[in-house]
């Protein structure tokens, strides 16, 4: 367990005392996986509701949606 893998780019990442983005390669790594996550949190709330930041003005029907 001596050596670790970046997540993101899968290349050897350094030990925590001389990496501070442990356990990422790099702190561009370490970026790129806190974007995912910010991604996926604005995904989180809603089936669709998040996606439409335009209020659809053609009449849907949600019922399909729902069981
Ligand atoms: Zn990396």
């Known amino acids: 367990m001596s050596t670790a893998k970046c997540p993101i780019c899968g290349r050897t990442a350094a030990p925590r005392p001389a990496n501070r983005a442990f356990p990422f390669c790099s702190d561009r790594c370490k970026l790129i996986d806190l974007g ?13 509701a998040g996606d439409g930041s335009e209020a659809p003005e053609r009449p849907v029907d949600r019922e399909e949606d729902e069981p």
């Open 36 to 48: 995912k996550w910010l991604g996926e949190e604005y995904r989180i709330p809603g089936p669709r």
